[in-house]
Nanobody
Framework: QVQLVESGGGLVQTGGSLRLSCAAS????????MGWFRQAPGKEREFVAA????????LYADSVKGRFTISRDNAKNTVYLQMNSLKPEDTAVYYC??????????????????WGQGTQVTVSS
């Protein structure tokens, strides 16, 4: 059974930074893309960033491009999201998931219809 455990969220001021982590278990994910999504109150969950199985390819939502960096450690089955220059509109619960490719993750969503508990990111103005 796939398990996704997100961590690293918190409360920061505008302009601050956070690093999110997602530990995946239940199978080997080294041949899959991994990515981050977020859901703000009253809004639908949206794509944030994705990284290819090798780490050589990345894709970002326009709203976070240049501020967020996704990375992964296949030996640890873990994906990270470094978030810099945070803005109040980044406030949301952040989730990770697995996908067939970075383009499909952005276009149609993740491979699994299973979500972990997420990690709350709150950016104060």
């Amino acid at each position: 059974q796939v398990q996704l455990v997100e961590s690293g969220g918190g409360l920061v001021q505008t302009g601050g930074s956070l690093r999110l982590s997602c530990a995946a278990s239940g199978r080997t994910f080294s041949s899959y893309a991994m990515g981050w999504f977020r859901q703000a109150p009253g809004k639908e969950r949206e794509f944030v960033a994705a990284i290819s199985w090798s780490g050589g390819g990345t894709l970002y939502a326009d709203s976070v491009k240049g501020r967020f960096t996704i990375s992964r450690d296949n030996a640890k089955n873990t994906v990270y999201l470094q978030m810099n220059s945070l803005k109040p509109e980044d406030t949301a619960v952040y989730y990770c998931n697995v996908g067939l490719s970075i383009t499909t993750m952005k276009a149609t969503g993740p491979l699994y219809d299973y979500w972990g508990q997420g990690t709350q990111v709150t950016v104060s103005s």
